[in-house]
């Protein structure tokens, strides 16, 4: 998903570059996409602006997306947490409950033996 988040935050950046050369005179757009009167500029700014309200969507999406994934992966880890903190409290318990019985049966042996 971070790959795919990557690709998309390039390809916004790349786009916007390209905009942004395009609306500075740096690239001409008559040469590039052979426009030549004005309502074919005014069609190219008004399918350029859709085609980057459209990046700019899916990018939120994929962001959303990734923002989502990580949150998941961040659940699932403190589940797995949680497990092992479970398993670590019954073996300490098993421990102390043994220990226990073991010092009890010593006390025990050691109390007929005396007598």
Known sequence: MKGLKTLSDVVVFCYALFIALLLT????????FEISTEEQTLTLYKTLGAV????????????KLYITSLKYDRHMAQVKINELKADLYERKQAF???????????RMEMAVASN
């Open 25 to 32: 005179n740096l690239l001409d757009q008559n040469a590039i």
């Open 52 to 63: 980057g309200a459209g990046l700019m969507l899916v990018k939120l999406l994929i962001g």
């Open 96 to 106: 102390r409950s043994n220990s226990y019985r073991e010092s009890r049966m010593e």
